[in-house]
């Protein structure tokens, strides 16, 4: 192709410029049935010139490493000068060259329209881009939301197991308090000690 427009993600728009010569050749305003298949032979010539261009698979042939496709389905014809698309849409006298041509995957293009169709092929990859962030944004969000209830459990289970603890301990600590503590007071002061240096235990 005569132009490969390189998009983000190594994607490629493909451009193929193209000239009837046809649209050469004398036209006279004044006679309108000369005018009429001047019209008619411009458009008969881009008729052609879709039709082998549609044979080229130049989508196809684009590809990256892994063999991929890198370029849309379509291929931009473009055509320099607004005057020559406007005279084969005129002269087409079945009213079907553009969808002909959309049907082909080919999208004929004068200079306006080929920098709006390269416009909103920007805005609409930008807006997808945008798109795939926020899939990416709400994908962690459900990540972090699904580790965070794990988290919970763990922490929960934690708490049990911490009461359950406590539990036995002030269990221990009454068993100690109420049987061998004051053991330990009677031995001391038996032994002429301070009762009261008997090692003291408080609940949790």
């Known amino acids: 192709p005569d132009f490969a427009v390189k998009l983000p993600d190594k994607k490629q728009i493909v451009i193929d410029s193209k000239t009837s010569s046809k649209i050469f050749e004398t036209y006279d305003m004044e006679d309108e049935k000369e005018s009429k298949e001047y019209a008619q032979n411009v458009s008969e010539s881009i008729?052609?010139?879709?039709k082998d261009l549609s044979k080229k698979e130049y989508t196809k042939n684009l590809?990256?490493?892994a063999g991929n496709p890198v370029s849309p389905d379509f291929v931009i014809m473009f055509l320099p000068g607004e005057s020559m698309l406007q005279l084969a849409l005129v002269g087409d006298k079945k009213g079907t060259l553009w969808a002909?041509?959309?049907e082909k995957n080919v999208i004929l293009a004068s200079p306006y329209i080929l920098l709006a169709l390269l416009k909103t092929i920007y805005l609409s990859w930008r807006q997808d881009a945008r798109t795939r962030k926020a899939d990416e944004i709400l994908l962690i969000t459900k990540t972090i939301a699904e580790r965070y209830e794990i988290l919970m459990k763990y922490i929960k289970e934690l708490r049990g197991e911490i009461g359950d603890?406590?539990?036995?301990y002030n269990q221990i600590v009454g068993s100690y308090n109420q049987n061998l503590e004051p053991a330990i007071r009677k031995v001391k002061q038996l032994s002429g000690e301070n009762p009261d240096d008997a090692p003291k235990l408080e609940t949790f």
């Open 47 to 50: 008729k052609n010139m879709v």
């Open 100 to 102: 002909d041509s959309v």
């Open 63 to 65: 590809t990256d490493e």
């Open 165 to 168: 603890v406590g539990e036995k």
